[in-house]
């Protein structure tokens, strides 16, 4: 059985109003990295924190994903082979588009986890710092985000699935943050085509088979064609 694996970055949920982090105006542009994404800036202010993943939550749940989440939906039900999407994106879009098989490397908005116990709920649309944790109430809730210095979620089952790649496809990521940026490199070592959808070659574009320049909006339902009418 042949099979997919896809890595999406914030490009891919650009087109439906979610900024990304390193564009001219972006997250980053905002907002220090140090203070909002790390755990000694939550250390030194959560209310600055908390805030700024409340607002990227209510406007997360405003947005509908768009024709490149859709076409990776369509994928997964309608290829014969196994189609998994690895996302380092908070958003929940790939899920509201239908995909089932999502594995969330970075975190997820709609998720608070415990400091202390790690026991993880439901986030209420609006956290506040010291919330208590509802298994062993500490007031230690802060929002479900992997953080710089800190070790994504699933690794085990990312490298098993990227070690059984037959495809390897990037879409929508400018390839500065590891361990993300490596896994290209890795389903290469298994022999995987490797393919990248971005408006501009990544910083590990290089690696890649095949790249499509162009907006994943446009580029992503044409690629799913082409893979369907194999
Ligand atoms: C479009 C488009 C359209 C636009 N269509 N495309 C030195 C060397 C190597 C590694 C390190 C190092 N020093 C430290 C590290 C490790 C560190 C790291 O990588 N740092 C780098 C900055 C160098 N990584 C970590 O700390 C990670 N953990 C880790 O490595 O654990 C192991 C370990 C732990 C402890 C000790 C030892 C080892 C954790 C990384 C956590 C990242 N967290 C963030 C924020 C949290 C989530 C959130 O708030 O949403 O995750 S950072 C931010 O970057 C976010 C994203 O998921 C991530 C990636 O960004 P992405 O998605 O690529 O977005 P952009 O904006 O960069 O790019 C968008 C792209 O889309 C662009 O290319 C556009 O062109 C394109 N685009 N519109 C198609 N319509």
Known sequence: MQKI????GAGISAE?????FRAEGGLWAQHRIEDVATPEGFARDPKLVVDFYNA???QAADAEPNEGHRALARLEHHFDGDVVVITQNVDDLHEKAGSQKVIHMHGALKSALCAACEHRWPAPL???PGDACPSCGAPAARPDIV??????????EIFDHLANAD???????SGNVYPAAGFVAEARRAGARTIEFNLEPSLVGSQFDDIRIGSASQTLPL?????LER
């Not at 694996?5 to 999406?8: G, M, Q, W």
């Open 126 to 128: 609006v956290m506040a």
């Open 5 to 8: 694996v896809i890595l999406t």
């Open 16 to 20: 439906s109003g979610l900024g990304t």
């Open 56 to 58: 990227r939550r209510a």
């Open 167 to 173: 495809v390897f496809a990037s879409i929508g990521t």
């Open 223 to 227: 690629w799913v064609d082409e893979v």
């Open 147 to 156: 953080w710089f210095g800190e070790m994504p979620y699933d690794m085990d």
